[in-house]
């Protein structure tokens, strides 16, 4: 079965400290995608990635970044976390791109 | 922008009911696809719609998208307490190649 894994489940980080969210997908895909969800405003993309070492800015990249070193992970990285960036964050991956997305399970983090 | 729409953003249906969802597009799309999310869970990829017209079944559900392209509707007949969930749809043909979701239709069933 096909997997994108997500390294946390749950995240508590303070204010001001950088936070690594990390993703691994076995599928191959060379597209990849860090959502956030928060209630009522749906899922919204921060990042996406269609190749190694390749970043594109979604609807809301400020106050994040991303790696992608290796096919089969892309990282979410929070420069400076802030409490604004509580929310649940999901990975997702495609082998086409604009075609059905496999997510990972979240993480849900917390800013303190 | 382009915009998904989805209507009703939420819906309480007695167990056995009915239940519909809608998605409006301001422009034309590639395709559209349905998820749906578990309480507690993530989304997890339903189906994608291709053609003009096209209706497709999935036991209980029954999707299908416009003649225009630019809406679409999934319908559950006999709703059971497993069904519970939100419910998105997505849209193929956005910015750079990327879908655009709705903000989805949560699901509540009454047993």
């Known amino acids: 079965d096909v997997k994108v894994t997500q390294s946390s489940r749950y995240l508590v980080k303070r204010t001001g400290e950088k936070v690594f969210l990390e993703c691994v997908q076995d599928m191959d895909h060379e597209n990849m995608f860090w959502y956030r969800q928060d209630p009522g405003l749906g899922l919204r993309l921060i990042y996406f990635s269609y190749d190694v070492k390749m970043k594109e800015k979604g609807d809301i990249p400020e106050g994040y970044s991303v790696s992608r070193e290796k096919k089969e992970r892309f990282s979410l990285i929070l420069e400076s976390a802030s409490t604004n960036q509580t929310s649940m964050y999901l990975c997702?991956?495609?082998?086409?791109?604009?075609?059905?997305?496999?997510f990972g399970s979240g993480t849900r983090l917390t800013v303190v | 922008g382009q915009q998904v729409m989805q209507i009703p953003q939420y819906q309480h249906v007695q167990e056995g009911e009915d239940f519909t969802t809608y998605c409006n597009s301001s422009t034309t799309l590639s395709n559209i696809q349905w998820y749906k999310q578990r309480p507690g869970g993530h989304p997890v990829f339903l189906i994608q719609?291709?053609?003009?017209?096209e209706v497709k079944k999935q036991k209980r559900l029954t999707f299908q998208f416009g003649e225009a392209k630019k809406n679409s509707s999934l319908h559950i007949t006999a709703t059971q307490t497993t069904d519970v969930g939100t419910y998105f749809c997505?849209?193929?043909?956005?910015?750079?190649?990327?879908?655009?979701f709705g903000k989805g239709t949560k699901l509540s069933v009454k047993p």
């Open positions: 997702a991956s495609t082998g086409i791109l604009g075609y059905g997305y496999t």
């Open positions: 719609l291709v053609k003009s017209g």
């Open positions: 997505a849209g193929g043909g956005g910015s750079q190649g990327n879908l655009i």
